[in-house]
Nanobody, 124 residues
Framework: QVQLMESGGGSVQAGGSLRLSCEAS????????MGWFRQAPGKGREEVAR??????TYADSVKGRFTISKDYAKNTLYLQMNSLKPEDTATYFC???????????????????WGKGIEVTISS
């Protein structure tokens, strides 16, 4: 059973940076399609970024500010968040598709495994 554990959240002022980590256990999923999603208070869940082997994709709202990356050896997904804005305040979730899904179709895949989420709060 795959488990995803997020870390690195917290509270920072606008303009600051945070790096979220998502460590996978139970199976090696870092070579699968993986992504970050977020849910702001009172809003639905939205996709932030995802990546398969290469060619990450980003939501328009975070392009140029956020970078998604993987460490295969550590079975870990990262999200570097720079130039943070108050509207980035949300609970951030890590997700992964199962190994049987085609990683080269990452942009279109549903996610099968989810972390419990971590809070990110940006003050103005």
């Amino acid at each position: 059973q795959v488990q995803l554990m997020e870390s690195g959240g917290g509270s920072v002022q606008a303009g600051g940076s945070l790096r979220l980590s998502c460590e996978a256990s139970g199976d090696s999923v870092s070579r699968n399609c993986m992504g970050w999603f977020r849910q702001a208070p009172g809003k639905g869940r939205e996709e932030v970024a995802r990546v398969g082997i290469n060619f990450p994709t980003y939501a328009d709202s975070v392009k140029g500010r956020f970078t998604i990356s993987k460490d295969y050896a550590k079975n870990t997904l990262y999200l570097q968040m720079n130039s943070l804005k108050p509207e980035d305040t949300a609970t951030y979730f890590c997700a992964a598709a199962r190994s049987s899904r085609d990683v080269y179709s990452c942009a279109f895949l549903a996610m099968d495994y989810w972390g419990k989420g971590i809070e990110v709060t940006i003050s103005s």
